[in-house]
Nanobody, 123 residues
Framework: QAQLVESGGGLVQAGGSLRLSCAAS????????MGWFRQAPGKEREFVAG????????YYTDSVKGRFTVSRENAKNTVYLQMNSLNSEDTAVYYC????????????????WGQGTQVTVSS
């Protein structure tokens, strides 16, 4: 079992930055691929970024490439999402998730989910 807790969300102006953290419990954390998803009001949940179990591979949805960076620090059981150049379209609840095996963009393939953290970008 794994428990995930997101933090770092908040209110920022367009063009600003936030760094989200997802702290995980469980001795098998380092064996999980990790993903970040987000859901805005009236929209479906979407994949944002993912990182393989050893941090060697990262994946991003097109809308955040060049602006967001996902990384992990297994010694701290933590995955990060650095978000730069934020815009109003980034406003959403952000969730981290964990799964066995490889990173996948389909949320249903993830075994564990955090409760989410709100990111609001103002104009």
């Amino acid at each position: 079992q794994a428990q995930l807790v997101e933090s770092g969300g908040g209110l920022v102006q367009a063009g600003g930055s936030l760094r989200l953290s997802c702290a995980a419990s469980g001795r098998t954390f380092s064996s999980y691929a990790m993903g970040w998803f987000r859901q805005a009001p009236g929209k479906e949940r979407e994949f944002v970024a993912g990182v393989s179990w050893n941090g060697g591979s990262t994946y991003y949805t097109d809308s955040v490439k060049g602006r967001f960076t996902v990384s992990r620090e297994n010694a701290k059981n933590t995955v990060y999402l650095q978000m730069n150049s934020l815009n109003s379209e980034d406003t959403a609840v952000y969730y981290c998730a964990a799964k066995t095996g490889a990173v996948h963009t389909v949320g249903a393939s993830y075994n564990y989910w955090g409760q989410g953290t709100q990111v609001t970008v103002s104009s």
